[in-house]
Structure formats: structure tokens, C-alpha cells
């Protein structure tokens, strides 16, 4: 049986992928309020039965979006802090130490990514269809 080690990662690293997963999850936020926007204009022009079903599964799915986003974001500024915390307490040296990877959160930010462009497409071409 063989074990792996968990890649290790300097800081810097650690911190850049941070600012840009939280850039990321800013954006899709943004996005998923236009989206929602979009949604309300559908909403108006549109009353029939299986549009409604519709507006409502994407009205789910967009709250859901804007969750995950936000639970990544407080993930990643969480990470940040204990990466903070550690520079203060061990100043000197920081520039020489390698933290754990965090692949954890890596995966949970590209599950997030699939399915929010999966999410994407199937909502254009709803409104392709209905707009």
C-alpha cells in the first residue's frame, strides 16, 4: 500500500489562488443576478405552463449558485486568515515554509465552475427558445 503525501505550496501560491477563485465567485454572483434579471423579464412576457415549471427550476438553481458561491468565497478568506495568522506568528521564516495544498477546496471550486457552465448553457438556450 502506497501512501502519497499531500503536495505542499508556498504561500504566495496558496494566497494567489485564493484572490482569484474569490475573483471568480464574484463574477459568477454577478452573472446569476443578471440572470435572475433576465428570468423577470420572462416572467412577464411569458405565463404559460411549462415555461413556469421552468423559471422556477432556474430560480432554484440560481439561489443555489449564489450559496455555493458565497461558501467558496468564505473558504478561501477563511484559508487566508490562518495563512495570515501563521506569516504574523512566524515572520521570518514564512518565506521558507510550505503549506498543504489545498486541493480540497481546488476541487470545490472546478465542480462549481462545471456545473455553473453547464447551468449557463441550458439557461441560454432557454431563453433562445422563450425570449
Known sequence: MST???PKKHIDELHFEHRVWI??????YDEVKT???RLEELIQRNS???VTSQIEHFQNQFI???EVAEQIISKCRDHDKFLANQSKDHPIAIDHVLFADHTKLRDEVETYEKIYRDLKAE???FLVKWM
Do not use: G, L, P
Open 23 to 28: 475573483n471568480s465567485m464574484n463574477f459568477y
Open 48 to 50: 404559460k405552463t411549462e
Open 123 to 125: 439557461f441560454m438556450a
Open 4 to 6: 502519497t503525501a499531500t
Open 35 to 37: 440572470f435572475e434579471s
Open 64 to 66: 443555489r449558485q449564489k
